[in-house]
C-alpha cells in the first residue's frame, strides 16, 4: 500500500491536481489561489511543487495531494489514492493481490534477476578486479546492488526457466529475446556486462543497464528495452537515493553514467543522479523540478560532453531552472576525477562543482576559447547565446548576462538588447518589452507590501524546517531582494526614458545605478544559496 501511494505521488504533480479544482498563479518558486475550503477575498491559499504540500493560512488546512483530493472530493483514503492511481497509470497492488498482474509478475522476476546478478558477480575475479580498479568499494557495491553476468548465451534465462518463471514473463521484462533469424530460441540481452539495476523511487527493481567488460563489445553500455514497469526517457539512475538530498541541499547534480553516480555518492555527494546513458529529457527534469529548481550539469569533458551540457542546458532554462555547469578536465568524466587522487579524488570534485558557472556565463567561456576573431565572436552570440538567454524567465537575469557579454565582449548593451528583442519574438514574450505605463508590467504594478507578504507568507511556510536564525536570515534576504529588483525596474524605465530624451548625464548616472544594483542582488544570492 506504502509503495503505491508513493508511486503514485512521484508521478503526479500537486499543482496540475489542483489546479484542476482551482485557479493558482504563480508566487515566487510556489503557487497560490483562494483557499478552496473557505471563503476569502485574498489568496492565502499556498501551494509548493518542490515539497509536493499546501498550506491555507486562513483555515489551517494542510497535506499532499491525497489530503486535497479527499477534502475536495469528500473521500477517505483508499477512495482518493484509487482515483489518483488511475490518473497516474498506477495498478494498486491491493487490488491484485489475489492474482498477481502482468506489472506485478515482471517486478518479481526483475527482483530474481537482480539477486542473480549480485551473485554472480562475487564469483567472478575478473568483474571483482574491473570495479575495483575503477575505485569500487564494497560497501557501494551492496548499496547498489551491482552485479555481473557471464559471457553466456542463456545463463539467466535457464535459471529463471528452472525457478518455473514463465517464458512470456521473462521476454516482457526485457531480461531474453528470440533472434528473428534461425535461433528461435531465447537468449540473454546481458552477457559479459556489470550490472546497475534500475529502481523506481520506491526502490523496486525495474530494469538493468550493462556495462561491456570487453573494450571490444558494442555498445558499451545497454539498457532495458521499455516495458510495462520502465520508460527509458523517465526514469533518472539513483533518484530513489538521492530525493531526500536534493530537497535538503536545493540542489541536485546530474551526471551521465552510473558509475560516475555511484563514486559521487560514495565521496559525499548524494543528491547525483544519472540519465543512465540517454539524453536528459523533459520529463527527467520535471520530477527533478519537484525537488528543487537548481541544477548542476557536471558532463564529460569532451566535446560530445559540452554538446550535451548545451542541450540540457537549453531544457532546464525553459522550464524555470537555474542551471550552473561543472569544467571538468579535458578528456575526464566525472569517475575519473574521483577515482584518481591527487590529481582528482573527493576535494577536487567538490571543488569542481562549486566553481560551476551559470549556463550562459559557462557558454560565453568556451565561445571566448573557441573564436578570437571578435566579429565571429559576436556571431556566435547571437546564435548560440541570445537564444538562451531569451529563456529566462526573470528580467533581471536578462539584464544581468546582457550587461556580463558586453563587458566580455565589447558589445554594446543596447545592441545586445535589439537582437535580444529579435529573439524574443520567436520564443517567449520578454517582460522588459511588454511593460505598462512608467515602465511596469501589470505583476509589478502590485502594491510593493503586498508583494512583501506573499514572500513572508512562503518563507514562514516552507522554511520551518530551519533554524530559527537562519530562517530569519533568509527572510532579510528575500526582502532585500524584493527590494533592490523594485528598485532595478525603476531605474531601467528611467534608463529607457532617458534615452529617448538622449540626457547623456542621466544616461550614465542610471547606467551606474544599474551594475550596482545587479552587483548587490547577485551577492544576495550568493548568500541565499549558502542558508
Avoid at 35 to 40: Q, T
Avoid at 199 to 212: E, L, M, P, T, Y
Wanted: aromatic letters at 8%; hydrophobic letters at 40%; charged letters at 30%.
Amino acid at each position: 500500500m506504502r509503495g503505491d501511494k508513493e508511486t503514485v505521488k512521484e508521478r503526479l504533480d500537486i499543482g496540475e491536481i489542483i489546479s484542476g479544482y482551482v485557479k493558482l498563479e504563480k508566487a515566487g518558486a510556489n503557487l497560490k489561489a483562494r483557499c478552496p475550503f473557505h471563503n476569502e477575498k485574498t489568496a492565502s491559499f499556498f501551494v509548493s511543487p518542490t515539497r509536493q504540500s499546501f498550506y491555507c493560512f486562513g483555515c489551517g488546512a494542510k497535506g499532499d495531494i491525497f489530503s486535497f483530493v479527499e477534502q475536495i472530493e469528500g473521500l477517505d483514503f483508499l477512495a482518493s489514492l484509487k482515483m489518483l492511481a488511475e490518473k497516474a497509470g498506477v495498478e494498486l497492488e491491493y487490488e491484485t493481490r489475489g492474482d498477481k498482474g502482468e506489472k506485478e509478475k515482471i517486478l518479481e522476476i526483475l527482483e530474481a534477476a537482480a539477486k542473480f546478478f549480485e551473485k554472480q558477480l562475487w564469483e567472478e575475479e575478473p568483474a571483482l578486479r574491473y570495479i575495483k580498479s575503477r575505485g569500487i568499494n564494497q560497501e557501494t557495491v551492496k548499496k547498489w546492488r551491482i552485479g555481473y553476468v557471464p559471457d553466456e548465451w542463456r545463463l539467466l534465462y535457464s535459471r529463471l526457466i528452472e525457478s518455473n518463471y514463465d517464458k512470456n514473463i521473462i521476454l516482457k521484462a526485457g531480461l531474453a529475446k528470440i533472434s528473428t533469424e534461425k535461433i528461435s530460441e531465447p537468449y540473454d540481452v546481458f552477457r559479459n556486462r556489470i550490472i546497475f539495476p534500475l529502481f523506481d523511487v520506491n526502490g523496486r527493481v525495474i530494469a538493468f543497464s550493462g556495462r561491456a567488460l570487453s573494450k571490444d563489445t558494442e555498445p558499451k553500455y545497454l539498457n532495458s528495452p521499455d516495458t510495462a514497469v520502465f520508460t527509458k526517457g523517465e526514469v533518472l539512475y539513483g533518484l530513489d537515493k538521492a530525493k531526500d538530498a536534493i530537497r535538503k541541499r536545493n540542489y541536485a547534480v546530474l551526471v551521465e553514467g552510473q558509475i560516475d553516480l555511484v563514486l559521487s555518492h560514495q565521496t559525499g555527494v548524494p543528491n547525483t543522479v544519472a540519465s543512465s546513458g540517454t539524453a536528459f529529457t523533459q520529463t527527467h527534469l520535471e520530477r527533478l523540478k519537484r525537488l528543487s529548481s537548481r541544477i548542476i550539469l557536471a558532463f564529460d569533458g569532451d566535446k560530445a560532453g559540452v554538446t550535451a551540457a548545451e542541450k540540457a542546458a537549453i531544457l532546464g532554462i525553459s522550464l524555470g531552472f537555474e542551471v550552473k555547469i561543472a569544467k571538468l578536465p579535458e578528456g575526464s568524466d566525472p569517475a575519473e576525477v574521483i577515482a584518481n587522487p591527487p590529481s582528482g579524488g573527493l576535494e577536487e570534485w567538490k571543488n569542481i562543482l562549486r566553481e560551476s558557472k551559470p549556463a550562459i556565463e559557462f557558454f560565453l567561456s568556451e565561445l571566448e576559447n573557441k573564436e578570437k576573431d571578435l566579429r565571429k565572436l559576436g556571431k556566435l552570440i547571437v546564435d548560440k547565446l541570445l537564444p538562451m538567454m531569451a529563456l529566462l524567465k526573470s528580467s533581471v537575469e536578462q539584464s544581468f548576462f546582457v550587461s556580463l557579454v558586453a563587458k566580455h565582449t565589447g558589445i554594446k548593451e543596447q545592441v545586445l538588447w535589439d537582437d535580444l528583442k529579435t529573439v524574443k519574438i520567436k520564443t517567449s514574450p520578454n517582460p522588459l518589452l511588454e511593460q505598462g505605463e512608467g515602465g511596469r508590467s501589470p505583476d509589478e504594478m502590485k502594491n510593493h507590501r503586498e508583494l512583501i507578504e506573499e514572500r513572508l507568507k512562503e518563507i514562514k511556510l516552507w522554511g520551518k524546517e530551519m533554524p530559527l536564525e537562519s530562517e530569519e536570515a533568509e527572510l532579510q534576504a528575500h526582502l532585500d531582494t524584493i527590494i533592490l529588483s523594485d528598485e532595478l525596474q525603476n531605474f531601467l524605465a528611467e534608463l529607457a526614458r532617458a534615452e529617448s530624451s538622449k540626457n547623456t548625464k542621466s544616461i550614465a548616472e542610471l547606467a551606474k545605478k544599474i551594475k550596482e544594483t545587479h552587483r548587490k542582488i547577485a551577492a544576495l544570492e550568493e548568500k541565499k544559496k549558502l542558508m
